[in-house]
């Protein structure tokens, strides 16, 4: 469990645990900590975040299950959430996801054999003024049209291999 | 008062009552899920819609999110409002599996009545449905996420309610989980209430499972036996097996909820080893052999010794009217020998705790709505366990909760804790007494003080004493702390926790009668011949168990009633069966004086299951039903009087001669129940002898009650043995430290009452000097019994 995360770290957010007056602020802090570490959120990191936390392990993954950006299982290097809601729908996004699954070849939810991409849709990225949008690991595309995926992608592979 | 029409009826209600609350005063049932008087309104499953057709609020709007106002008109039955129930419906059942005829909850389920009562009869959905794992939450309550129609009910009760940590909601939209976040058995004592909350079969008894259809159920209103709450059941029994007790609510008791003891300590009633028929020695007898061996016996010790040869012992476990009758038999044979409790202290400090003014005692019901509640010696989840669930709803409006004691005391609550040795209580208490006293002699009595002057500031302050650690100088004084901390023009109400669910009951009746010192005493001096014990096991629950089982075996004659197999029934010359509570009508009174009637529930007979060995119809032919011979205590009583078994004149009866039961005739098991009228006298209390100094090497050992295996009747139950822990000993770590004892490691307790070899806890929480071992039936420590002094042991290395 500790190798999920340092020593210090773990520390560090014990410190600013204890700092809060309610120590649920932090459960997402301390799980993108986890998260950034790892790539992903294991049950140990649940338990681990729970520990940091002084709550039990139930209500960190009431969190943890709630947002669709902390990754309850292994995901690729990058993760594409292709917004799905009323605005992006509405303005092309089924096209988006049905080009981005051509491209990587895999379907909504898995993983490029090279894991590289995962692919996931998403209900709403709060970009609705620039539908359709999607978002590669940190990055936020907006007013996306299918043909400029290739390219997007490509530089997203590139920024990783460089 | 808002006055406002529902389908075209108009009823005011109070100001803050919701439209659904309003309706239903009326008689008219909105359909709904998420909402439930307890939990509140939510506003989540879109079921409870209304159409308001004027007033302040127009148009289709949720019952339960809207408060009644003034000049509204609504209409619960509009075909707009039909038709959008039957959508909201239609949507709900869209993932529910089609397993009603197989289905746990079947006969009970409001998913049902509300999926008839929406309009939704044909399911237009064809696709695939959403399926889900199961979990393994523990023994007693089975998972089928599949019928989870997502109203929340389960996570509102278990987490807010009852202030469970290890059970919730996991995901999102229509991938929703409700569940641990592993496999493994729920952790609050209270987990059972989601069988009763969950609207569907999700959450199901499954120490009920595969037994019955509730129609097929005998149910009645009774009472809880496994404290001295009294909290309101309904249990239910078929093919002469009880198979189950859910909650039913009493608002000035238990409100809607029970605790996991009461909910599933039903399986005494139905133990394989429970003594069904009349003994005479180990031989078995017809009623009429045994009563006439009976009457001979104690008209021969009568000729012989006096009446004064005859001794009586009832308990905290026999009800109102058994208790009556064993009193007015007692009188009838001439003998004053007549107790109604083993336990000399507990005696004493039900007597205190029966002495309290009536309309000073505090309800469930005050606790859940007092601004400050102080506990001193009490331990509820042990003692009461309901009364942690009533404190964490008043912790939940913002009420201060101090708890005082030397144990560590759990509570689903964040609370105050002051960890207080034993002998320093009676100093707080002091303080407490006096609160507006400005220089105080220690420092305990300086805390107590402070305390004192917080509940004069409180607007609805209670204090609450644990009558086994407090005893009775300690009980007095609690009663006497309450009545000088209660705020200029109101009161601070106070509540004793007692041994058991009628320990007020027998308080009220003994008078100035002897305890049961008194009767061990005659017994070994040879001037009691003979003891009767009427649901009542000297054995285990006298605190010393070698001189009880010596004085008893003196005795020419040892007569029993009861429903169990006691270790007392081991000793007796002379068996009779008794109904259990639940095969039989009667009343018992709470610790707070509150007289609460109970039902016949079904009657007494060896369980289908045993009789018959899972054969269905029996292969032996009798006149009798097996195993029916039990018999309420009380009617044996009153044949053994010569006058009829009829309840109603019995409660008359007692009401007649002692006014302070004024009520008790007109009671009825579905009420909220009615407190005695008057208290018992204040009993002559002996100053408790100073306990003596310890050496350095000694602790005061503290035996205390325990949320599974103290209690007699939960203890005999099979679903609840899963949960018994083993024997161990609880001490400080600066204790464990100076005595360089390993935790987890096993310990020797050496008391002036035995030695005992138990498992080695930690707990920073206890006060130091002290050790806390649980009183667990059927161990090796079963003899130790709570409620006594503080007794002086050591502990060291097994």
């Known amino acids: 469990m500790a190798t999920l995360l340092s020593e210090k770290q773990i520390a560090q957010l014990k410190r600013r645990v204890k700092e809060t007056p309610h120590p649920r602020e932090m459960v997402l802090d301390v799980l993108h900590a986890i998260q950034d570490a790892n790539g992903w959120v294991s049950d140990e990191g649940v338990e681990l975040a729970a520990i940091v936390l002084g709550l039990s392990s139930l209500q960190v993954e009431e969190i943890a299950t709630f947002y669709d950006k902390i990754y309850r299982r292994p995901v690729g290097r990058k993760v594409i959430h292709v917004c799905d809601s009323i605005c992006c729908w509405s303005r092309g996004s089924e096209a988006i996801m049905l080009r981005l699954q051509q491209l990587l070849a895999i379907a909504p939810g898995e993983t490029t054999a090279d894991g590289m991409f995962t692919l996931l849709p998403t209900c709403c990225l709060g970009a609705c003024g620039e539908a359709p949008a999607l978002r590669i690991g940190r990055t936020l595309y907006g007013g996306v049209e299918p043909e400029q995926l290739e390219a997007i992608l490509d530089k997203e592979r590139a920024e990783v291999e460089s | ?798």
């Open chain 2, 1 to 798: 008062m808002p006055t406002l029409t529902i389908d075209n009826q108009t009823i005011t209600v109070p100001e803050g009552t919701n439209v659904l609350e309003a309706a239903r005063q009326l008689g008219i049932e909105v359909p709904h899920f998420c909402h439930h008087e307890a939990l509140g309104s939510v506003g989540a499953c879109r079921l409870c819609a209304v159409e308001f057709l004027e007033g302040p609020v127009k148009g289709i709007q949720m019952s339960c999110m809207v408060l009644a106002k003034d000049d509204m008109v609504i209409d619960t039955g509009s075909d707009g409002v039909l038709a959008y129930r039957a959508q909201v419906i239609e949507w709900l059942m869209t993932n529910h599996p089609h397993d009603c005829p197989v289905c746990d909850e079947g006969g009970e389920c409001q998913l049902q009545d509300m999926t008839v009562a929406g309009g939704h009869g044909v399911r237009r959905y064809t696709g695939p449905k959403r399926t889900y794992q199961n979990q393994d939450l523990g023994p007693f309550i089975a998972h089928e996420m599949n019928r989870c129609i997502q109203c929340y009910r389960c996570v509102r009760t278990y987490q807010e309610y009852c202030g469970g940590k290890d059970f919730g909601v996991m995901g999102t939209r229509q991938r929703l989980y409700f569940g641990r976040f592993s496999d493994g058995p729920l952790e609050s004592p209270f987990s059972g209430n989601l069988v009763d909350v969950c609207p569907t079969g999700v959450l199901t008894d499954k120490t009920y499972r595969y037994k019955s259809r509730i129609w097929d159920l005998q149910e009645a209103p009774s009472i809880c036996p496994h404290c001295s709450l009294g909290c309101a059941v309904i249990p239910g029994a078929r093919y002469q097996e009880l198979q189950r007790r859910r909650a039913r609510t009493n608002r000035r008791t238990n409100g809607h909820f029970i605790c996991d003891r009461g909910r599933f300590g039903y399986g005494y009633v139905n133990h394989p080893d429970r003594p069904r028929a009349p003994l005479l020695g180990h031989r078995r007898v017809t009623w009429q052999e045994a009563l006439a061996a009976l009457q001979n016996h104690l008209h021969e010790f009568c000729e012989l010794y006096g009446s004064g040869s005859i001794s009586m012992l009832s308990s905290s476990r026999a009800s109102l009217e058994t208790q009556f009758l064993t009193k007015r038999w007692a009188n009838a044979l001439g003998s004053g020998q007549l107790c109604f409790e083993a336990h000399p202290r507990r005696d004493q400090a039900a007597r205190v705790a029966a002495s309290q003014a009536p309309d000073c005692s505090a309800s469930m019901e005050d606790i859940r709505s007092c601004d400050m509640a102080v506990l001193v010696g009490a331990d509820p989840l042990a003692e009461a366990p309901m009364l942690a669930l009533a404190l964490r709803q008043a912790a939940r409006r913002g009420a201060r909760i101090v708890v005082v004691d030397p144990r560590p005391v759990e509570l689903p609550i964040d609370c105050e804790r002051h960890a207080a040795a034993p002998e320093e209580l009676p100093r707080i208490l002091q303080g407490l007494t006096r609160p507006q006293q400005n220089a105080f002699a220690s420092a305990s009595e300086e805390f107590g003080g402070a305390l004192g002057r917080a509940l004069l500031e409180a607007k609805n302050p209670v204090l609450i004493g644990g009558s086994d650690l407090l005893g009775p100088q300690g009980c007095q004084m609690l009663l006497k702390a309450a009545e000088a901390c209660s705020p200029t023009g109101s009161t601070c109400r106070s509540m004793l926790l007692l041994a058991g669910p009628n320990s007020f009951g027998g308080a009220m009746l003994s008078d100035d009668g002897p305890g049961f010192d008194a009767l061990l005493e005659g017994m070994e001096q040879g001037r009691i011949k003979s003891l009767v014990c009427i649901e009542a096991d000297p054995v285990a629950d006298y605190p010393d168990r070698k001189r009880c089982r010596a004085a008893l075996a003196r005795l020419d004659l040892l007569v029993v009633f009861d429903c169990a197999a006691t270790a007392t029934v081991q000793e007796a010359d002379l068996f009779f069966p008794t109904t259990a509570l639940e095969e039989a009508a009667g009343t018992l009174v709470n610790n707070e004086g509150r007289m609460q009637a109970f039902e016949k529930v079904f009657s007494a007979g060896t369980p289908l299951l045993q009789s018959a060995a899972g054969d269905h119809p029996p292969r032996f032919f009798s006149r009798d039903i097996p195993g029916s011979h039990p018999q309420p205590a009380w009617t044996t009583l009153a044949r053994l009087l010569g006058r009829d078994a009829e309840l109603e004149k019995v409660r008359r009866e007692l009401e007649k001669i002692d006014p302070r039961f004024d009520g008790l005739a007109g009671l009825t098991a579905d009420s909220e129940g009615c407190r005695v009228v008057a208290p018992r006298q204040a009993p002559a209390l002996v100053a408790a002898p100073a306990s003596g100094v310890t050496a350095s090497d000694q602790l005061h050992l503290l035996v205390t009650e325990h949320l599974y295996g103290s209690e007699l009747l939960s203890d005999l139950s099979p679903c609840l043995q899963a949960v018994k822990s083993d024997p161990y000993v609880w001490l400080h770590p600066q204790d464990v430290a100076r005595l360089k004892l390993v935790e987890g490691k096993p310990v020797r307790l050496c008391t002036s009452l035995g030695e005992w070899t138990l498992e080695l806890r930690i707990n920073g929480d206890i006060s130091p000097g002290v050790a806390v071992v649980p009183r667990l039936r059927g161990t090796v420590v079963e003899t130790l019994v709570p409620g006594s002094e503080p007794m002086l042991c050591r502990i060291e290395k097994a």
